[in-house]
T-cell receptor
Framework: GAVVSQHPSWVICKSGTSVKIECRSL??????MFWYRQFPKQSLMLMAT?????????EQGVEKDKFLINHASLTLSTLTVTSAHPEDSSFYIC??????????FGPGTRLTVL | SQQGEEDPQALSIQEGENATMNCSYK?????LQWYRQNSGRGLVHLIL?????REKHSGRLRVTLDTSKKSSSLLITASRAADTASYFC???????????FGQGTRLTINP
């Protein structure tokens, strides 16, 4: 199998606080993981590519200092939304790459910033 | 950036009818994938079609790929209420590691 989990599944936080979201590949190792953001009734937008042991590659327009990505092991990548604001409220989805260009997606994390 | 465009954006049909969704893309691809997403949930992988394939079937799903037109279609036959979801195509561009998603089609199956 190829199962990817995310934690938490939903989080509510106050404006100005930081929130960490975890993405884990449960039964395989993933050198590469991806972080997406999805606003209501919209498609997934790739935020960054997370590579184990090296710096993440961010898509144009995504602030690397605001969305901190750490991929410290072959089964875990974390996304930290720093100093979150209401406009950061969104559905965050990760995926983990298994094999050649085959991605498996996590169930998503709903972030609500008050 | 999103290179995929899907049409229609929304589709509402009666249970038992067939549903067809289309996806267009702009660059050369290695493969094209279709995903389903129920409201507020993660993505479920439906089917992958490689650039050298023209048609693929999986149960009630039929996917076609026309690389000359840079387009793909997803056909769901004998639709069921449980098929109600958003459907996205995603392309794996040649030379690129990442997936680029289309805008999606919101499919509603009316009982």
């Amino acid at each position: 199998g190829a199962v990817v989990s995310q934690h938490p599944s939903w989080v509510i936080c106050k404006s100005g606080t930081s929130v960490k979201i975890e993405c884990r590949s449960l039964d395989f190792q993933a050198t590469t993981m991806f972080w997406y953001r999805q606003f209501p009734k919209q498609s997934l937008m790739l935020m960054a590519t997370s590579n184990e042991g090296s710096k993440a590659t961010y898509e144009q327009g995504v602030e690397k200092d605001k969305f901190l990505i750490n991929h410290a092991s072959l089964t875990l990548s974390t996304l930290t939304v720093t100093s979150a604001h209401p406009e950061d409220s969104s559905f965050y989805i990760c995926s983990a790459e298994k094999g050649l260009n085959e991605q498996f997606f996590g169930p998503g994390t709903r972030l609500t910033v008050l | 950036s999103q290179q995929g465009e899907e049409d229609p954006q929304a589709l509402s049909i009666q249970e038992g009818e067939n549903a067809t969704m289309n996806c267009s893309y702009k660059t050369s691809i290695n493969n094209l994938q279709w995903y389903r997403q129920n409201s507020g949930r993660g993505l479920v992988h439906l089917i992958l079609i490689r650039s050298n394939e023209r048609e693929k079937h999986s149960g009630r799903l039929r996917v076609t790929l026309d690389t000359s037109k840079k387009s793909s279609s997803l056909l769901i036959t004998a639709s069921r209420a449980a098929d109600t979801a958003s459907y996205f195509c995603a392309t794996d561009a040649s030379g690129a590691q990442k997936l680029v998603f289309g805008q999606g089609t919101r499919l509603t199956i009316n009982p």
